[in-house]
């Protein structure tokens, strides 16, 4: 069974655009990255498939339930990461845990406990006195101390040191391996190549890609890097390389390397491609 699924979905804010035909499915026990810039639909996407906002025609179901009429079952059984971590005022990080608990009736006090640990999270000290790193573990531990069926992290490791990420990504990992569904939506490339299974990129409210992130890695595109007494010319080639062969022995090389690209390359060279 897929975790998420949509077909056609789509929204707009008035006139201007939100997402378009979004078909997108993720299978159950997935790390899958969701790839795009800022703007491009990805928070929108998630805010449908939460049921926070209504697309105007589509699809969407979430761990096998309908969005809309099932919202309540599905908030019950998902972990939610907003981008933006805003809390009440004059409430203590424990309160706010608690409440995040109370809300789903569950008692979460041990794992809420194991989990400040390992994030190095003050419990006592009030929201508004915290940092934007520190804000980002609050709303960690709240997505993650009801060990959920599964997580949807909308930028989550934004304003995290780099040790944080490193731990926040170690208990991904785990929750990953015991069977949840991690869904991660990020413009930080280096996050999607290095932790999930597969991505999809989106570019002006559409899906243009999905596919492993292995196989993106392994693309034909090849960061080619070529020195001639005039100087060094590098950049992305995807193509016949016989073509690449035949270009480059016209010329008068002194060095010369052809590289896989990274990721990032892969992807930005995927949106030029389109803009062409």
Do not use: W
Request: aromatic fraction near 6%; charged fraction near 30%; hydrophobic fraction near 35%.
């Amino acid at each position: 069974m897929n975790a998420i699924e949509t077909r056609g979905m789509t929204k707009y804010y008035g006139k201007n655009r939100g997402i378009l035909d979004m078909d997108l499915q993720v299978e159950e026990g997935d790390f899958f990255g969701f790839i795009g810039p800022n703007g491009a639909g990805k928070s929108t996407t998630i805010r449908c498939l939460l049921g926070l906002i209504t697309p105007e025609r589509g699809e969407r179901r979430v761990l096998g339930m309908d969005c809309g009429r099932e919202k309540k079952k599905i908030l019950a059984r998902v972990g939610y990461m907003p981008s933006e971590t805003m809390f009440y005022g004059g409430m203590r990080v424990s309160e706010v845990i608690a409440m995040a608990a109370g809300l789903r009736r569950a008692d979460c006090r041990q794992e809420a406990k194991r989990l400040c640990e390992r994030l190095e999270l003050d419990t006592g000290r009030k929201v508004e006195e915290l940092s934007l790193g520190n804000r980002k573990k609050v709303s960690i531990v709240c997505a993650m101390q009801h060990r959920p069926n599964l997580y949807i992290l909308d930028e989550p490791t934004s304003g995290l040191d780099p040790l944080m990420q490193q731990e926040f990504f170690r208990i991904l990992r785990e929750r990953s391996a015991e069977g949840a569904t991690i869904f991660l939506s990020s413009h930080v490339l280096g996050e999607i190549q290095e932790h999930c299974r597969h991505a999809g990129i989106v570019r002006e409210g559409r899906l243009i890609r999905v596919s492993t992130v292995e196989s993106l890695r392994k693309s034909s595109a090849k960061r080619v890097t070529a020195t001639t007494a005039q100087g060094k010319e590098s950049y992305l080639y995807k193509g016949d390389i016989r073509e690449l062969i035949r270009r480059l022995g016209e010329q008068e090389l002194t060095d010369l390397t052809i590289t896989e690209p990274a990721l990032e390359e892969i992807v930005m060279h995927y949106y030029e491609e389109k803009e062409k």
